[in-house]
Every structure is written in C-alpha cells, then in structure tokens.
C-alpha cells in the first residue's frame, strides 16, 4: 500500500527558503513517478515539479523553474522540495504525489498535504 506523508512547510518571509520533504512507504522509486503538487486558496490544482519514473529525470512547471528544485534520497525513501526565493503568491497546500506513470494534477497517490506560508 502506498503512502506518502509531507512535512517541512510552514510561515515564512518573501524571498526565504523551505524545504518539504515527502517520506514514502510502499513505493519503489523505480515503478513510481514522483512529484509535488499544490492548491492554492481559491484555486485549483497545480503542478510543480516531478521525477520521471523512466530515466529519473526532473521535469518543473514554468511558475517554479529555478526556484525550486526535486530530488529524491534512496536510502530513506523520501522525495524533497527545496524551494527558494519563495513568493507570497506561492502560498498553497503542498502535495506529495506518486504515480505509476506520470504525476499530473490526477495522480494515483496523494499525500495529506502540508502548508506554506509566504508573507512578511
């Protein structure tokens, strides 16, 4: 059984750092596509950024290209989002998603989502 359990956001300052970190149980990186996602208050959902499941590679939405970066630790099974320069406007709940194909807005697996905060 898949399971995916956020952390790391928080309040912080515009311009400031976070770095969310998705711990995973039942998933082997290698059948699964990972990424994040995030639902901005009034929004829909939006995709971030993911981890290709063929070739591992990163893939990001324009809002977020050079600001925040994915990546994955094998040994422990998690998948980080190091976000910096962050925005007011990207205050949102984040989510971890997991997929056997592909991570989109319709993932197979979501986790319960963790909130940031940008605001002086």
């Known amino acids: 059984q898949v399971q995916l359990v956020e952390s790391g956001g928080g309040l912080v300052q515009p311009g400031g750092s976070l770095r969310l970190s998705c711990r995973t149980s039942?998933?082997?990186?290698?059948?699964?596509?990972m990424g994040w996602i995030r639902q901005a208050p009034g929004k829909e959902h939006e995709f971030l950024a993911a981890?290709?499941?063929?070739?591992?590679?990163?893939h990001y939405s324009e809002s977020v290209k050079g600001r925040f970066t994915i990546s994955r630790d094998y040994g422990s099974g998690t998948v980080h989002l190091q976000m910096n320069n962050l925005k007011p406007e990207d205050t949102a709940v984040y989510y971890c998603?997991?997929?056997?194909?592909?991570?989109?807005?319709?993932?197979?697996?979501w986790g319960q989502g963790t909130q940031v905060t940008v605001s002086s």
């Open positions: 981890l290709a499941r063929a070739d591992y590679s990163a």
């Open positions: 039942g998933v082997i990186f290698s059948n699964y596509a």
């Open positions: 998603a997991a997929d056997p194909t592909v991570v989109t807005t319709t993932a197979a697996f």
